[in-house]
Nanobody, 113 residues
Framework: QVQLVESGGGLVQAGGSLRLSCTAS??????MGWYRQVPEKQRELVAT???????NYADSVKGRFAISRDNGKNIVYLQMNSLKPEDTAVYYC?????????WGQGTQVTVSS
């Protein structure tokens, strides 16, 4: 089946930047996305991107985050700028085709004040 491998998480100061990467293997997929989750809260959408490059963002990250993909390498990125403490979460990569979903293991992003 599809396997997703994430990297790029870490600890940054407020106002700093990070870039997350997710490599997908095992299938050609139509869409990919990034989600995040904090303890005792549900996982929430951050951004999605289709294979043609159409993007969608959560209101909370518009203007600060950018999702992109390299179709040749089958990698999706999440560039995170102007990070805030409220962005602290475990970030998960998702690959999906209609109702079929595949998830990465998650990578921790911590933003200190």
């Amino acid at each position: 089946q599809v396997q997703l491998v994430e990297s790029g998480g870490g600890l940054v100061q407020a106002g700093g930047s990070l870039r997350l990467s997710c490599t997908a293997s095992g299938s050609t997929l139509l869409h990919m996305g990034w989600y995040r989750q904090v303890p005792e809260k549900q996982r929430e959408l951050v951004a999605t991107i289709s294979r043609t490059g159409s993007t969608n963002y959560a209101d909370s990250v518009k203007g600060r985050f950018a999702i992109s993909r390299d179709n040749g390498k089958n990698i999706v990125y999440l560039q995170m700028n102007s990070l805030k403490p409220e962005d602290t979460a475990v970030y998960y990569c998702k690959a999906y085709i209609l109702a079929t979903e595949f998830w990465g293991q998650g990578t921790q992003v911590t933003v200190s004040s």
